[in-house]
């Protein structure tokens, strides 16, 4: 019976791993479609106008929420992995070992994962901010857009920092 039990710990464990990889597949393909849209948008503004390039801060920030998410369900499963599947003589232990040795993948107090994507919205929303203002003509659906995307980037800010506190900085 014990036997079995190993086994079903071992199978569930493969296969909350095997999530993991498919949430960290899904980060990367998040990464890729934000950086498109902000050269599509940043692109097609710069000939079209700050409405164009405005619409980019809000987007990103959507697809940053979308990446939160994941990052979320990728934290809390390796957590159920680390407190209910990793104890004495189960053979396994990557997450306690990972969980121990986090304060090498931190940049000033900040986790990396955190740190690499977050900046990336960021700097593509600043982005979009700056050539927005340099293209802006201050006419109403302008100013909205500019508010908004203020308001988006502000939000990023917020998002960041729970990211961060989430993960344990």
Do not use: C, D
Request: overall charge neutral; cysteine-free.
């Amino acid at each position: 019976m014990e036997n079995k039990s190993a086994t079903n710990a071992e199978m569930e464990y493969a296969s909350l791993r095997e999530e993991v990889l498919k949430r960290i597949e899904s980060r990367q393909q998040t990464i890729s479609v934000a950086l498109t849209l902000a050269g599509a948008f940043l692109g097609l503004g710069w000939n079209s106008g700050a409405v164009v390039i405005l619409i980019y801060p809000l987007i990103a920030f959507l697809l940053a929420v979308g990446w939160a998410q994941n990052e979320v369900f990728v934290m809390q499963i390796n957590a159920y992995i680390r407190e209910h599947l990793e104890g004495e003589g189960s053979g396994l232990g990557w997450q306690r070992f990972s969980q121990q040795n986090m304060s090498e993948l931190r940049i000033f107090g900040w986790p990396l994962e955190v740190l690499a994507i977050g900046g990336i919205f960021i700097l593509t929303q600043f982005m979009a901010l700056g050539l927005g203002g340099l293209r802006f003509g201050g006419t109403l659906p302008e100013w909205l857009l500019l508010i908004l995307a203020l308001a988006a980037i502000a939000a990023m800010v917020v998002l960041l920092g729970y990211m961060r506190r989430k993960a344990g900085g």
